[in-house]
Structures are given as C-alpha cells and as structure tokens.
C-alpha cells in the first residue's frame, strides 16, 4: 500500500537546525513508512493526496490531557480561581457525577477536538479512580482512541490520600490502597502495554502528584514498580508557587529535590508544568534527563505563570507541549496550545527586559522561541519524552504521522512565509489529511463515522446532566 502526498506548498519536519525544513515537495509512504521525500514521479496504483496549497507538519504529539474534562470547560464556579481552589470547584466537584456514558463521551470529545488539529498521539493524565468504580475508565479511553485510529499513551492516575480540598466536597471519592494502584498499573501494562517504538498503545504509571497524592515511601515503590514493568513514570509538578510552599513546608527542600529523593527523576519520566523552579532545579532535571510537559493555556488560564522553555531546554530537558485538560483550557487543541506556547515564551522575556539604567540589555524577548522550535517540540519533543522513537519527524524511514493544513481561511491570507502558518496565525486550519502510521485518519475535516451536529446534541445533554448531578 503506497500513498504519495504531492505538492506540498511548504514542509516543517520537526527536526532541529538545517533539517528544520524540507523542500520536498512531495513525500512516499509504503507500509505505514516514510519511504521517500523530494520531487516523485506517481507510480501506478498509488493513491495521491493533493497538497497543493498545503502546509506538512509531523502529526502532533500531546504528552499531558484529562480528557474526561472535555465536558467541563467553561465551568462558572472555576472560571475565575487560580489552581488550588479551582480543583476543588470544577474538576474534584465534578468527578462523582461522572458515569460511564459521560466520561466516554468526554473522551469522545476531547480527541475528536485533539484529531481535528492534526494531533496523532495523545497521552492522557487519567486520575478518575476510585474503588469500586462501576466502569474501567481505562478500556474506554483505549477504545476511544482506538476507534479513531490514534496513538494512545494512559497515565493512569491516582491517589492512596485524600487531598484536604477534596475531603471538603460532599462527592469526595475515596482514594484507593497502594496495592489496588499497583496491581491495576500491573493489569493495564500486561493487557495494553506496547513496548514497540511504534506502539499504537501505552501505559505510564502517574500518581496525580507527587507532593499530595501518596507517601513519599509510596512513591518510592511506584518508581520501582514502573521501572520492574518497563513503563515511564508522570505527574504534575510545580505548576504554582503552591508546591514550593508544600515541599519547603513539609520537607524542607524543593519540589524537584523532593522527587529526586525519591526516585522521582530520569529519562523515564516527564512532569506537566514545572513553572515555578529555581536554578538548582534546573539544573537538577537537565543533569537527569527529566522531561517537561508545557501547558501555556492552563497555566495562563489558571493564572499559575509561565515556564522557562528556553531555560530548562538549554540545560538538557527533553521539551514536550501538552493541552492539559479543558476544565482549565476552553481550547484543548495543539493549534491553540503551540500558538500560546510561541506568544508567551516570547512575552515572558519581554517581561523581564529592564531600562539599560538598570543593568537591562535588551528591548524584548521575540528570541524566546521560532516557529521550528515550537514545532520541534510539539513533535519530535512529544515523541522523545514518550519514548516513541520512531514518530515525530518528518524523516526517510520514520512513521507516516502527518498533518497536512489547507491554508483556505483569511486569516492566513497574505502570508509572506506559509509554513509558519498553523502555529503563527493560530485559528484552526482546514484539515486536508491526518495520517496516523500512514493510514488515514481524518480527510477534508472529516472523521469517518463522526457525525458532528449529533456530538453537539448529546454534549449539551450531558453537560446539563453533570450540572444536575453536582448539584448546580
Ligand atoms: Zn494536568
């Protein structure tokens, strides 16, 4: 099975320096491959995706999601809170009144969002447990993600503690024993786990965070367990000044000592983001190897600040974008999340540009970050921290994961350098094709079996359904 893509108006790759673009114009996938990139005569039987006017990226690689959120953005009692008591008003309130109907359909919602920006893959945070839980919230996000042909990495989630916000709630769910998270981290590795470069399916073990969710003892088990079954670890950390507080408070050393002290650091292991560090701590997760998962859309929302991108990636950390969950990011899509990743990096170091008078040696920060370092780390970053080795370019060789934008709206009118399209001008672009290991996906915006106007219907049903059920 050989599909050619031809015509490319402009191709970003992924990779850093002199390969960042490529001038094809036209790629050859055989097998799922990238078997050829350059100027290519068809062969006979070959199918042909027209590109003209297009712009190719490598598919998107999300590393930090809460899908069950999708049906919870905009939520009013949240809307205007910084992050502790924003858990406690929208996603903890809620997470009761979730049932099997709901959560799918959020899945459904928030892939489907996710798919239609030309994103791939997608890792998502689960922390919807608790015992007896009358679904497996794990089969389901596998099968949704399944159906849609994407990749899908879960980070099952979780807590053996119950946090003091959520102990207030009338809808608390009870945390589960060690042993229940480890043995099911254990089935899920066993029954979904795919080692393969490639693998279409991931489990990474994610206790909810590091500081609140378990024992320290508890996390030290849980990284050894994770290395014993060959998965990555993940979690959320110094996302607000909060966890210098709890860590210095309680441990008498910083958030990313804390981890470190407990296995906690290493090429295995990402967290979503690391917006309050010191330079130690810097220097710690470079020296380490330790990912980040940037989030600028919640992390703006949520008013939590902005994370040192250029910072944290020239001392070694491996750079990956997530969306974050919608409860705190009306609008979970790489389109929106790498075009806030771009602007903010960029008004951050504006930020601190001083007057000479006061030692200042620059007027603003537009070197915070190009468009190619944007979409490096949207892709070929995504891909490094998940350890899929084998997407995330746009290589000779590599997985036919590929994003192709219809620049057909306005707002990309007039553009002196289209490539940078998708990312500079935001928006969401027409979506010509999404391969996911060459096989097509979604075409001209449409997902096959995917009736839009029927989702519509049935997210309005379900958001008046949690409201009801959480009391509002
Ligand atoms: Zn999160």
Known sequence: MSILIRNAA???????????RHAGPDLRIDNGIIAAMGALTPQPGEQIIDARDCV??????????????????????????????WLAATPYR????????????????GLIELLRSGCGTVADHNYLYYPGMP?????????????????????????????????ELPQALRP???????????????????????????????????????????LRTCAREARRLGIRLHSHLSETVEYQNSARE???????????????????????????????????????GTGIAHCPQSNGRLGSGIADIPALEAAGVPVSIGVDGAASNEAADMISET???????????????????LGGDSEGGADAARIEDVVRWGTAGGAAVLGLDAIGTLEVGKAADIA??????PRYFGLHDIAIAPVASGGRPSLRALLVGGRVVAEHDAIPGIDMAQLAAQAREAVATLQRRSGV
């Open 10 to 20: 402009a191709i970003l790759t992924g990779l850093r320096g002199a390969g960042e």
């Open 56 to 85: 190719v990226y490598p598919a998107w690689v999300n590393t930090h999601h809460h899908l069950f959120q999708s049906l919870l953005k905009g939520e009013p009692q949240g809307l205007d809170l910084s992050l502790t008591p």
């Open 94 to 109: 809620f997470r009761a009144a979730f049932d099997e109907h709901s959560f799918r359909l959020a899945a459904r919602i």
């Open 135 to 167: 679904y497996d919230g794990s089969a389901i996000l596998f099968d949704e993600a399944d159906k849609l042909g994407l990749r899908f990495v879960l980070c099952r989630g979780g807590a053996t503690r119950t946090r003091q916000l959520e102990s």
């Open 176 to 218: 589960e024993s060690l042993d229940d998270f480890l043995s099911d981290c254990a089935r899920l590795t066993a029954r979904y786990h795919q080692a393969a470069p490639d693998a279409m399916r991931r489990v990474v073990m994610a206790p909810t965070t590091p500081l609140y969710s378990m024992s320290p003892e508890e």
């Open 250 to 288: 309680r441990y008498d050393r910083s958030p990313v000592a804390f981890c470190g002290e407990y296995e906690w650091l290493g090429k295995d292991v990402w967290f979503a983001h690391l917006v309050k560090l010191d330079r130690d701590e810097i220097g710690q997760l470079g020296a380490t």
């Open 339 to 357: 075009h806030a990743a771009w602007l903010m990096q960029r008004a951050r170091r504006g930020e601190l540009a001083r007057p000479r008078a």
């Open 404 to 409: 192709i934008y219809k620049l057909d709206d």
